[in-house]
């Protein structure tokens, strides 16, 4: 069953200037994306900086306002231009962040912390929030003892596994991961992908981690879409991705993947990403693409394929 599943969606951002401040421009940040999100998937989305990723996750569970573009969740269409289409799906569709420090309020105890949404979703009753929030704790691996205590009296690893289970306190069916271990220590990482991993199982979750850590791609996820400059620009089973990737930029994307082979040595892409303010004509990808030919400047390709796979490229490489 499909959970998510949104169709050229676009979140742009107006910019101003002039005397009166109107609006001479878009940040073109998610630019015409068809994405779906399965029951009990795994998905990745991977990219450079600044292709718009973290957008995407944010416009997937109406933290940003959508700007076109269509979005059914479970299933039920929304009214994208109506906030309060989305409060139904609240509770269901989470996100957790990259950042755990920024994303707990540090004038709150852990307790007040877990046990608001619970309070406004009306999870359980006034009287069994504690005991709630104490299980919340233990599922994660910490101690119902932690309750009273402060964001800052907790480590990075311990700050994301609150997180998590105030996250997973409205037992949602899908969780957006923003680049959630990029910030933790590298001994932290594996315990923090493996605690998630556990509780999709346990509570029949889907995922949907966007990262540029390609290495924890290939081990977890069940399917990957490759973005950049805010498009998809190619979509496969991870295994078929990795091992015959048929877009320029995936194939790039493999290619810097550091190994400890010294007769390999990673290849980088040269230039920059180009701004989303000033999108190239024809194919976003072209000025970067060694490949790139006269018919890539005209307009960019529409994503196409068979089954799980497809590719927005003129002359893919497979």
């Keep these: 069953m499909v959970i998510i599943e949104a169709k050229e969606l676009r979140t ?14 878009h940040v073109r940040a998610v630019d015409g994306v068809d994405i779906t999100v399965n029951e009990q998937e795994i998905v990745s989305v991977v990219g450079e900086s ?29 009214d994208i231009a109506k906030p309060n289409s989305w409060n139904p799906f609240r509770k269901d569709f989470q996100i957790i962040f ?33 005991e709630q929030c104490s299980q919340l704790l233990q599922k994660v691996g910490l101690s119902p003892e932690y309750l009273d205590r402060f964001p800052h009296e907790f480590s990075g690893g311990q700050r994301q596994r609150i997180a998590i289970a105030r996250t997973i306190g409205l037992k949602p ?25 556990s509780l999709k199982k346990q509570m029949g979750l889907s995922l949907v981690f966007i990262t540029h850590d390609l290495s924890l791609v290939k081990a977890i996820s069940d ?31 493999l290619a810097s993947i550091p190994t400890l082979d010294r007769t390999l040595r990673p290849k980088t892409l040269a230039g920059d990403v180009p701004s989303p303010v000033d999108v190239p004509q024809g194919c976003v990808f072209q000025g970067r693409c060694p490949y790139a030919k ?9 994503l196409r394929g068979a089954g799980a796979s497809s590719v927005a490229c003129y002359f893919p490489l497979s």
């Design 12 to 25: 742009w951002f107006p910019l101003s200037g002039g005397v009166f401040g109107r609006t001479v421009g």
């Design 50 to 78: 600044g292709c718009g990723k973290s957008t995407l996750g944010q416009s997937l569970v109406g933290l940003l306002p959508i700007t076109s573009g269509s979005m059914a969740l479970n299933g039920h269409p929304l």
């Design 98 to 130: 990259q950042d755990p420090f920024t994303s707990l309020n540090p004038r709150h105890t852990i307790f007040r912390i877990l046990s608001e949404p619970l309070r406004i979703h009306r999870i359980c009753k006034a009287r069994e929030e504690r």
């Design 173 to 197: 069916r899908a969780i957006i991961c923003d680049e959630v271990v990029s910030a933790l220590d590298v001994s932290v990482q594996a315990q923090i992908i493996n605690l998630l991993l």
């Design 223 to 253: 399917r990957v879409y490759v973005m950049y400059l805010g498009k998809i620009m190619e979509t496969a089973k991870t295994a078929d991705l990795f091992s015959k990737p048929r877009h320029p930029y995936t194939e790039a994307l």
């Design 294 to 302: 006269a018919e890539c400047g005209a307009m960019h390709p529409e």
